[in-house]
């Protein structure tokens, strides 16, 4: 994957891109791994966009994406899914099983002499056990909806592969069954049930997403009235097999039909037109006579792609534009009045300092041409600057004064009054038009991509004062990574009922499964009010809301101890998978792979040399700080215990602004772990350590660029062993078994989760022979996953063989079951050896048993727990030497030196040894049998 990754990276973000493949290059199949195949010509269709949800609060999360290409005589699709197809040899088909649907509209088609509003024609593929099915119906109703089946299904062949949760296949369509030349519509569905012969949870999934309120928008369904707006207008020479291609506009995007034409009912870009910089003065060159452009929206866009100056003053002699300026380097769009009100309304919240993101646009090339030109697949999108919740709401019917309160984290949920703090008022400015239902749209922007997990609404309404809530109590949720082009995720239905009387905050909490978002939008129309003549506000007045907020799916990584650094050293990235670059590759390109194990010797940096080059020139030479580099490292089971990630860099040829490092389990939400910094110019090796050990599969490592150049060769994730404690001799041949852990002192590590009950930690000692024998009840509980007992022996120990701890789990309390531990050994508290581990729980306990001695005079045990660490005892054991009374005693008197002066104590014993504490282990033990005497301290993070 890598090489082909590496590959592959050398042409991204290179417009246009070239594919070389011919027909003859392809075998039907339905592998799809033909070059016709680009690999970022895939259309994906994601989960929420479905016509019919299973149910109301439950969005199927089945997808698909979908590709085309054309030759002169076929269109070919390909089509993959994230499940396998389902149904039986009796229950199958449309409504009844896996189905694929692709329905096409060309303009100008009729049937008799009566031209089509709705569609042409569907091509239908669906899955069955016995030998998947191919129909193509003709739509013999050209205004209505009346399908009938064509002989042979017109020439269309197919081919599918059934994976385990995936269906592949190819569609290979002869352009003339389908009466297509130049171009034509496309819609693509796909339905199927959740268990094969199971008809009643079938649902469809459209692309590209409806883009009304009324979910599920079947005014808008290709049997109603073939909607242009939304469908997809695929130009065959667009994607004609052996040129270049032009990548598909985004769905959710705006259309831009052409360039400088003057024509009704369409969205225009212009550019300055040799050294023309007014848009009169640029028509009068591509269309032959200057125009004054009066009724159209205009959009004034700067060489950074940021909104300058807005006309949207409408009819002569006002609404004259003919000298509105193009500004140097950019652009500006046009949108004519007659377009749908969907359209121009959106269109219209369009405001200065906006940023504007376009789509298969050549401004170079068009400009160059000095003419008007239709522009197949362009299109732009906009996003509002700012964070917390955005207004994109028609600024003309909807009012709303500040957002800041959406965002702030109150919910004010005892709001009883529009004026308690909390409460934003969103007016409706028409509402005596009982014709209008005015849209507010807020966009919630979360700051960076997240891992979306629910989506949280507050709305308030007070019905005596004319606040309501949505109509028909529908919002419809859409998603974005860029806040560009959004996806659509669903309709959901909100709490409450806004009665006479009664006033209150009501709170929907929304299940978003599988989104990765920085924005998260909500849309919502206001609905007709309950006030009946003489009343002239026919549509609530208001609306309002107190938060809109989103809960995080967790990264799922696993933390554990502090790395110690000093052990050994292994590299768990060393050849393993990476991807998820985002740079601009124009630059040359070098032989690096981030975890091939090869690095730069000396200063070495030739085209051949193992560097990988984050470029990020734009587009015409500029650098574009909008980039960032994100290599993500797939370790597989390798990703355990992992304490930091190196680089081997080159700051010379250009430094980072950043270099963040991340991981994560589900290669979706991310905990940043890390920062590194290099120093200095030379190559080098850069790094971090993490403040605690994780557990996860993928590691990310992400670098902002500070100029045009950041060099790495080689990213390694490192995992540090520690080294095991050396034995101190072998067990004596006699020995018993003797607990030397009663009494001693210990220090408890932990971050956070001190109780303050009757299980709290000043109740419990856990080395004063008290063992609670699995009993919930007794012993102390801290409410942290993994914690750290560091015991102090007092002295250094020889002898040590045996080690134990008596972790329980208790499920009726609440209680998980215990992991495991980890035993290490130190003669200074700083430095550990590993002794062991166990998994084993045995007579409530524990416990690791050696077949040798070692030393130490700390004991350290890592206790991890799938709740709470609960537990009353740890021990440690010596192997105390059983001597043989039947061996004769030497009881002959030992002879004294009487040169050497001999001191006698009192009690004829020696000098009792002194703890950590500085107090004689004697005196200590006295005070831990009243006390029952403990240190302990939180970990530094």
């Given at each position: 994957m890598k090489k082909a990754l590496a590959l592959m990276l050398a042409l991204m973000m290179i417009l246009p891109l070239m594919i070389v493949a011919n027909a003859a290059d392809f075998a039907l199949d339905g592998k799809l791994d033909d070059n016709i195949w680009f690999d970022r010509g895939w259309y994906q269709v994601g989960a929420g966009d479905w016509e019919k949800p299973v149910s109301a609060d439950k969005p199927r999360n089945e997808a698909f994406d979908i590709q085309y290409r054309s030759d002169a005589e076929f269109l070919y699709v390909g089509v993959k899914t994230n499940f396998a197809p389902k149904a039986t040899d009796d229950v199958s088909g449309n409504g009844n099983g896996t189905t694929f649907r692709l329905w096409t509209f060309v303009d100008g088609n009729s049937y008799g002499e009566v031209a089509y509003t709705t569609y042409n024609y569907i091509v239908e593929y669906y899955y069955k056990p016995s030998g998947n099915v191919i129909r193509l119906l003709e739509n013999r109703a050209p205004t209505a909806n009346t399908a009938s089946v064509i002989d042979n299904a017109g020439g269309i062949e197919a081919k599918d592969v059934v994976g385990e949760n995936s269906w592949t296949f190819e569609l290979k369509i002869p352009l003339t069954a389908i009466k297509a030349t130049t171009s034509l519509r496309t819609y693509a569905s796909l339905g199927t049930p959740t268990v094969a012969g199971d008809k009643s949870d079938f649902s469809t999934l459209w692309f590209p997403f409806f883009g009304d309120n009324e979910f599920p928008g079947l005014a808008d369904a290709p049997y109603k009235r073939y909607n242009k707006e939304k469908s997809l207008l695929l130009d065959l020479?667009?994607?004609k097999m052996g040129s270049p291609l032009v990548m598909p506009r985004p769905a959710g995007t705006f259309e831009i039909t052409n360039f400088a034409d003057y024509i009704g009912g369409t969205t225009t870009i212009m550019s300055r037109v040799d050294g023309k910089t007014t848009i009169g003065e640029v028509s009068e060159i591509t269309v032959g006579a200057a125009k004054d452009y009066n009724y159209f929206y205009l959009v004034a866009v700067g060489a950074d792609g940021k909104v300058t100056a807005i006309n949207h003053t409408l009819n002569r002699p006002a609404g004259n534009k003919d000298s509105f300026v193009i500004p140097?380097?950019?652009?500006?769009?046009?949108?004519?009045?007659?377009?749908?009100?969907?359209?121009?309304?959106?269109?219209?919240?369009?405001?200065?300092?906006?940023?504007?993101?376009?789509?298969?646009?050549?401004?170079?090339?068009?400009?160059?041409?000095?003419?008007?030109?239709?522009?197949?697949?362009?299109?732009?999108?906009?996003?509002?600057?700012?964070?917390?919740?955005?207004?994109?709401?028609?600024?003309e019917n909807i009012s709303i004064s500040a957002t800041t309160k959406l965002s702030d984290g109150q919910k004010a949920s005892d709001a009883v009054a529009f004026s308690n703090a909390g409460v934003q008022l969103i007016m409706n400015k028409k509402p005596t038009d009982a014709t209008i239902n005015p849209s507010v749209n807020l966009a919630l922007n979360l700051g960076s991509i997240k891992r979306v997990d629910k989506l949280v609404l507050n709305f308030y309404h007070e019905y005596n004062s004319m606040i309501g809530l949505p109509k028909d109590n529908k919002v419809?949720?859409?998603?974005?990574?860029?806040?560009?082009?959004?996806?659509?995720?669903?309709?959901?239905?909100?709490?409450?009922?806004?009665?006479?009387?009664?006033?209150?905050?009501?709170?929907?909490?929304?299940?978003?499964?599988?989104?990765?978002?920085?924005?998260?939008?909500?849309?919502?129309?206001?609905?007709?009010?309950?006030?009946?003549?003489?009343?002239t506000k026919v549509v609530w007045e208001f609306t309002a809301m107190t938060e809109i907020g989103v809960v995080e799916r967790a990264s799922e990584v696993t933390y554990g101890a502090a790395p110690i650094t000093d052990g050994e050293t292994t590299n768990v990235a060393l050849n393993k998978d990476w991807f998820g670059i985002d740079y601009n590759r124009k630059a040359a390109v070098y032989s690096g792979d981030f975890t091939d194990g090869v690095v730069v010797e000396g200063n070495d940096f030739s085209y051949g040399a193992p560097w990988f080059a984050f470029y990020r020139n734009g587009e015409y030479g500029n650098i574009d700080y909008s980039k960032k580099g994100d290599v993500i490292i797939d370790l597989?089971?390798?990703g355990k215990n992992i304490g930091g990630v190196r680089l081997q860099a080159a700051p010379s040829i250009g430094e980072a602004e950043s270099i963040k490092v991340y991981a994560s389990n589900n290669a979706s939400a991310w905990d940043e772990v890390g920062t590194i910094t290099t120093s200095g110019t030379g190559i080098q090796w850069a790094g971090v350590d993490f403040a605690k050990t994780i557990d996860a599969r993928y590691i990310k490592v992400s670098v902002v660029n500070k100029g045009m150049f950041f060099m790495v060769s080689e990213i390694e994730v490192l995992t540090y062993e520690l080294p095991d404690a050396a034995s101190t001799g072998d067990l004596p041949a006699n020995y018993e078994a003797s607990l030397i852990s009663v009494g001693k002192p210990y220090e408890i590590i932990s971050d956070g989760g001190e109780r303050d009950d009757g299980y709290k930690i000043d109740n419990v000692v856990l080395t004063d022979g008290l063992k609670h024998g699995g009993a919930t009840g007794s012993g102390f509980g801290l409410s942290v996953t993994y914690a750290e007992f560091i015991l102090d022996l007092g002295e250094k120990r020889t002898d040590l063989f045996k080690f134990a701890a008596d972790l329980i789990g208790d499920a009726s309390w609440g209680i998980g079951d215990p992991i495991g531990i980890n035993v290490l050994v130190s003669d200074n508290g700083e430095n550990f050896f590993y002794v062991g581990s166990s998994t084993t729980l045995a007579d409530n306990f524990f416990?690791?048993?050696?077949?040798?001695?070692?030393g130490g005079r700390y004991v350290k045990f890592e206790c991890e727990v799938a709740s709470h660490v609960w537990l009353s005892e740890i021990e440690v054991y010596a192997a105390e030497e059983i001597v043989d009374e039947s061996e004769p005693v030497d009881e002959s008197e030992p002879i004294v030196d009487e040169s050497e002066p001999v001191v006698e104590s009192e009690d004829e014993s020696e000098t009792p040894p002194t703890g950590e504490f500085g107090a004689p282990i004697v005196a200590l033990l006295l005070v831990l049998s009243i006390s029952g005497f403990v240190v302990i301290k939180?970990?530094?993070?």
């Open positions: 020479a667009s994607i140097e380097g950019g652009y500006v769009l046009l949108a004519n009045a007659n377009l749908p009100a969907a359209v121009t309304s959106s269109f219209k919240t369009i405001a200065v300092g906006d940023e504007v993101k376009l789509y298969n646009v050549d401004l170079t090339a068009l400009s160059a041409a000095k003419t008007k030109a239709v522009t197949p697949n362009a299109g732009f999108a906009f996003r509002k600057p700012g964070t917390g919740v955005i207004n994109y709401s028609d600024g419809m949720v859409y998603y974005s990574t860029d806040g560009f082009e959004y996806r659509r995720h669903g309709s959901y239905t909100i709490n409450g009922t806004a009665a006479a009387d009664t006033t209150g905050v009501v709170e929907t909490v929304i299940d978003l499964p599988d989104v990765s978002a920085q924005y998260i939008k909500v849309s919502y129309d206001i609905g007709a009010s309950p006030f009946a003549a003489p009343e597989g089971e390798n416990t690791v048993e050696l077949d040798n001695m070692v939180r970990r530094k993070v």
